[in-house]
């Protein structure tokens, strides 16, 4: 069964940093698109960033563009999230996704729904 783990998230203060960590089990990651988006509370679900099979990147949200930073390792089937110069308004769950590659535009996968797996998510604070 095709599972996704988010880890990494916590409690940091603005202008911090931290690596979110998306693993996959059940399914070798390489096979498929991975997208990061987040949820903060009282607002709607936003595609963060996302990272095709070949590492090719597509930022999703022009108020990470700078900070946040994509990757993928297909050897430890895992996806990163790395951000940097963190801000209050960057708290939100953060979830992973995962799409099956194949013949689409990458700006597709920003919206999610074109997501077919994700995992539960991981609770980012930025706060003093």
Do not use: H
């Amino acid at each position: 069964q095709l599972q996704l783990v988010e880890s990494g998230g916590g409690l940091v203060q603005p202008g911090g940093s931290l690596r979110l960590s998306c693993a996959a089990s059940g399914f070798a990651l390489d096979y498929y698109a991975i997208g990061w988006f987040r949820q903060a509370p009282g607002k709607e679900r936003e595609g963060v960033s996302c990272i095709r099979r070949g590492g090719s990147t597509t930022n999703c949200a022009d108020s990470v563009k700078g900070r946040f930073t994509i990757s993928r390792d297909n050897a430890k089937n895992t996806v990163y999230l790395q951000m940097n110069s963190l801000k209050p308004e960057d708290t939100a769950v953060y979830y992973c996704a995962a799409k099956k590659e194949g013949f689409y535009y990458s700006n597709t996968l920003c919206g999610g729904d074109a997501m077919d797996d994700w995992g539960k998510g991981t609770l980012v604070t930025v706060s003093a």
